[in-house]
């Protein structure tokens, strides 16, 4: 989904970039190919894709780690010589994150899923959640 930016107090709606319908017949690298060619020919546009976001679909996710470099190695990433790389500046006390600094584009879950896990998790009477120190409860 893409948010245009407020032009004299006008807003746009939302809307979709792109949606892919498949065979479900592709590969990480696939994925990989397709992201890449849509920051470059998005950036040649002056559009700066921040990150990426999907559902749990395995070949997504190892896409997803081969880019990010998170416990994973993508053999001749073009990221490695790129000039866009946002900077993380991630706190060395933070031992147990583990991501390389320099990203070409970061990775989040999509806010459908995380609205619905959280959805689902509040509705089962078996389970707490912690917000904090305080029970979330409903």
């Known amino acids: 989904m893409i948010q ?3 032009i004299n107090n006008q807003i746009s709606p939302s809307f979709a970039l792109a949606a892919y319908g498949t065979n479900g017949k592709y590969t990480a690298l696939d994925i990989i190919r397709r992201w890449y060619t849509i ?3 998005s950036s040649s546009q002056g559009i700066r894709i921040v990150g ?3 559902d749990t679909d395995p070949k997504y996710l ?3 780690k081969l ?3 998170f416990f994973g190695v993508l053999i001749n990433n073009p990221k490695s010589k790129h000039s866009s790389l946002l900077k993380v500046a991630v706190p060395t006390s933070w031992s147990w994150f583990y991501l390389p600094g320099e990203q070409l ?3 989040m879950q999509d806010a459908t899923h995380v609205c619905t ?4 998790r509040l509705l089962q009477s078996s389970a707490i959640m912690m917000m904090g120190e305080n029970v979330i409860s409903i």
């Not at 896990?117 to 689902?120: A, P, Q």
């Open 52 to 54: 990426y976001s999907t």
């Open 4 to 6: 245009p930016i407020r």
């Open 62 to 64: 190892l896409a997803m």
């Open 117 to 120: 896990k959280l959805r689902n």
């Open 39 to 41: 920051f470059e020919e």
């Open 67 to 69: 880019i990010s470099g």
């Open 105 to 107: 584009f970061l990775f």
